[in-house]
């Protein structure tokens, strides 16, 4: 390997490590403004200190019981939630486009949505509510339930390819789709059918303890899977026969990944609803950001994830406060023109070539 190229291949990394840096730090600068804006204004100096006590045990502030009865109970759940959400949602869109090679591909896509919304419907509106365990295993394994089934659907043992899974995933996701709304106009408890209607918009107004725990643990051990992984998605993601030419059965790398992947969205789905928008727009401006190699790819895209996630939430609770908008409309409403410009910018790029 020539002294350019690999000159070349430092200074890329180089800069992958700084992009990286730069988000991490401007993840903290919105947590602490995230935290300090809602009804009660509080200053962002003082939410870090609120934040530093409780986590590294720092001494009492000069702030009062109240302020940090906000910061710490009320509002850091809600932005910690919407931090492990987006990155688990944004990392989901970077593994499914790689592995269907479809850059449309997102968790609603592949059905992943859809079986977890199916499953939380069934448990609250069929068997009549339940714990955050409860809740969170049935999305858990409805999701893991549709990527089974699209699987099967594929047939993606029998090597007939990524371009099968799209379709099962499209038809797996209607049929589900049909089936939750069949639960929700069917049921004749009125409450129940807005609250799971509401949640399907996504919301993380009720972030429960629970389920932040198990949607963090998920995250970090799918997350750093993920990343240790990475060679394995850049072989995939360049097509079945480079992952063979490397020693990878393309059929079993793909099928592992996306249930490591389904499981990470049912716990994260179980937690704040249906977000979209997040896994199909955040991946391509990751990659804009930091090239194709998805052991940069993925930390990225998992800060860029959080960060727009927290925004979202942060207009969806202050906007028409005290009303609360789901923030799958924000994120819907934001993502969207975003989503128009780069395909804007992609037609103008093969036009030019």
């Known amino acids: 390997?020539?002294?350019?190229?690999?000159?070349s291949i430092r200074r890329g990394r180089r800069h992958d490590a700084a992009m990286t840096v730069g988000l991490v730090l401007l993840a903290v600068?919105?947590?602490?403004?995230?935290?300090?804006?809602?009804?009660v204004a509080i200053d962002p100096a003082t939410v870090l200190g609120v934040?530093?006590?409780?986590?590294?045990?720092?001494?009492?502030?000069?702030?009062?019981?109240?302020?940090?009865?906000?910061?710490?109970?009320?509002?850091?759940?809600?932005?910690?939630?919407?931090?492990?959400?987006?990155?688990?949602?944004?990392?989901?869109?970077?593994?499914?486009?790689?592995?269907?090679?479809?850059?449309?591909a997102d968790p609603y896509l592949l059905g992943l949505n859809s079986g977890a919304s199916t499953g939380v419907a069934l448990v609250v509106l069929v068997i009549g509510g339940g714990g955050a365990l409860l809740v969170a295993g049935a999305a858990l394994a409805g999701?893991?339930?549709?990527?089974?089934?699209?699987?099967?659907?594929?047939?993606?043992?029998?090597?007939?390819g990524p371009l099968r899974l799209v379709l099962a995933g499209l038809a797996v996701g209607y049929?589900?789709?049909?089936?939750?709304s069949f639960l929700v106009f069917s049921s004749d408890a009125p409450e129940a059918a807005r609250s799971v209607l509401?949640?399907?918009?996504?919301?993380?107004?009720?972030?429960?303890?629970?389920?932040?725990?198990?949607?963090?643990?998920?995250?970090?051990?799918?997350?750093?899977?993920?990343?240790?992984?990475?060679?394995?998605?850049?072989?995939?993601a360049s097509g079945d026969d480079s992952a063979r030419s490397v020693g990878i059965d393309p059929e079993r790398a793909r099928i592992g990944l996306m249930v490591g992947v389904s499981a990470m969205v049912g716990v994260t789905v179980a937690a704040v609803g249906g977000v979209g928008f997040i896994g199909l727009v955040i991946p391509h401006l990751a990659r804009r950001l930091v090239g194709g190699r998805h052991r940069a790819v993925i930390p990225v895209a998992a800060l860029l994830g959080g960060i727009?996630?927290?925004?979202?939430?942060?207009?969806?609770?202050?906007?028409?406060?005290?009303?609360?908008?789901?923030?799958g409309v924000i994120t819907g409403i934001l993502?969207?023109?975003?989503?128009?410009?780069?395909?804007?910018?992609?037609?103008?790029a093969r036009s030019e070539t």
Do not use: C, K, Y
């Not at 993502?335 to 910018?345: T, Y």
């Open 51 to 104: 934040l530093t006590r409780h986590l590294v045990g720092a001494a009492p502030g000069p702030w009062p019981d109240s302020v940090d009865q906000i910061v710490w109970i009320t509002r850091a759940p809600r932005v910690a939630m919407g931090l492990v959400a987006g990155a688990v949602l944004a990392v989901a869109g970077v593994m499914l486009q790689a592995l269907v090679r479809n850059a449309l």
């Open 175 to 180: 049929a589900l789709n049909a089936t939750t």
């Open 335 to 348: 993502g969207a023109p975003f989503l128009l410009v780069l395909l804007r910018q992609g037609q103008g």
């Open 143 to 160: 999701a893991i339930g549709a990527v089974v089934l699209v699987v099967l659907l594929a047939g993606v043992a029998n090597r007939r």
């Open 198 to 236: 509401f949640w399907l918009l996504g919301s993380l107004a009720s972030v429960q303890p629970v389920a932040l725990l198990a949607a963090a643990v998920s995250a970090t051990i799918g997350l750093s899977a993920l990343i240790v992984l990475a060679p394995w998605t850049d072989a995939l």
């Open 29 to 39: 600068a919105t947590i602490l403004v995230a935290v300090a804006i809602g009804p």
């Open 1 to 7: 390997m020539s002294e350019v190229v690999v000159a």
């Open 308 to 327: 727009v996630l927290v925004v979202a939430d942060t207009i969806a609770r202050t906007a028409f406060a005290p009303q609360e908008i789901p923030v």
